[in-house]
């Protein structure tokens, strides 16, 4: 192979280390694939840090020790700052959305690819430091988001289920109040998660929290610790709220009968 | 800002190009973004898609004509070729999967990001011409490698539900026989989808095909064509076939009781 040069180097590293989140590249793998010294590279990835803060394009981080290396966050885009969670909110209020019950159609921002893309970014961004061992939530509206949230953190996505499906194997069901003050059940399969391990919530909407209250429940079963809860949308001032410590993407106003809807993105989403 | 250099702008369009695959960029928002001339945008474009081609990072082509510009398709990854569905092909075998009743425990797989990712991104290499509007899936196995299909092809995700929910305003309902011939419902929300679009369905397991022709008649009431279906798994040799021209990722040998399950990367996946 001819050498390969600095300019080459620097875009191969770019995609690999952007296209796989949170995880730790050494650098002799890239000393292996572009077979060039170890200060070389050392080099490369000092330029890859400059532009990625330059550009706001996301953190490139060395990790020493020895299972150090380099891995890419995606925290603090450009692409997805207030900006870009403000207009996910004037989509939230354009007419139609609003359905009888005082619901909000929002699936289709929901399972929009680009849109989760920058929620579950930027969900993760916050959660770097805790320490979740993996991404739950309850089927089916956060899947999408969840799993790019995952996917940023590099962990697994543990789906709760509504009802223990065959196959799964065998389950822990439990029984919690939803928000619309409904008994529903949830279950998860025995061999989903570990004793032990540490949980990231991460669910479309809390009305007051009973669904997220039920996840809480399930992990107790699993003895599992839940290390943070982040909603898409959640009501600003519900009556009864069940969770505690919760962050949202977006923040709801209550909504009434007759009243215009009111949403903005939450206060910590910098712009 | 000074002026950035060769090395900074790779890095930079090499990040930006690879986080939005299937989308245009004009040469004139790198040129603003750069501070550059078009002729010196141009040549960047070309060292990367020598760089994309030498590593097998993916494709990134030029699209001519008045909405032209440059767009990224993850196409041909080396991460992503046959060892990489050879593996997961291993993982499904090992022991304990099977479950009572002739199933198959493969939820984490379905759910872990960077296997969805990989999965979503081969499924997607092989539908980017039949102009497909949006991804198909059923509720919730398949919905993880659906998005991540959707995603690479920069298509919405459009997810079918069992029953019809009261936030997903007013639904068509179909009925339809399962692989196990069961009956069951598939509903979807009216707004979700236009007449004269095209769908990909991608689903996790084909048994027969029971639930993608489901979703077949469920696009027939919608008046839409569909352009594509794709499993994650499919049986092998079913006993009778509801569906035809699909895809899967991994065959899998009939579950005969006693006997050892086989699975294989399908034959159109390349090295």
């Known amino acids: ?14 995609q690999i280390l952007t296209s796989s989140p949170n995880r730790i590249f050494t650098l002799s793998f890239f000393c ?10 050392s080099e490369d990835v000092a330029i890859l840090q400059d532009t990625m803060t330059q ?7 060395t990790v020493t020790g020895a299972a150090g290396g380099v891995r890419y966050r995606p925290i603090g885009l450009a692409a997805y700052g207030r900006d870009f969670i403000q207009k996910i909110c004037d989509k939230l209020l354009e007419p139609g959305r609003q359905l009888p019950g005082g619901y909000l159609y929002f699936s289709d921002i929901l399972s929009a690819p680009e849109l989760v893309h920058g929620m579950g970014s930027l969900i993760a ?6 320490g979740a061992d993996f991404v739950l939530t309850m089927e089916t509206k956060g899947i999408p988001v969840a799993l790019m949230t995952a996917n940023a953190l590099r ?22 109040v939803t928000g619309n003050g ?34 809480i429940e399930l992990m107790k079963e699993f003895n599992v610790t839940v290390a943070g809860i982040c909603f898409v949308l959640a009501l600003e001032s519900p009556k009864k709220r069940l969770v505690e410590g919760e962050k949202s993407l977006m923040l709801l106003s209550d909504m009434r009968d007759g009243e215009p809807l009111r949403v903005r993105p939450a206060d910590w989403i910098e712009p």
């Open 155 to 176: 962990v697994p996505l543990i789906i709760a289920r509504h009802a223990t499906k065959v196959y799964e194997g065998s389950a822990v069901n439990i029984s919690y």
């Open 55 to 61: 550009f706001r394009l996301g953190r490139l981080e």
């Open 1 to 14: 192979m001819d050498k390969v040069k600095r300019n080459e180097r620097l875009a191969a590293m770019s």
């Open 125 to 130: 961004s916050q959660y770097y430091d805790v």
């Open 32 to 41: 292996e694939l572009f077979s060039t010294a170890k200060s070389t590279v």
């Open 182 to 215: 409904n008994i529903e059940t949830m279950a998860l399969s025995r061999r989903a998660v570990k004793e032990g391990q540490r949980a990231l919530i991460v669910d479309d909407f809390m009305r007051g929290g009973g669904t997220a209250r039920g996840m």
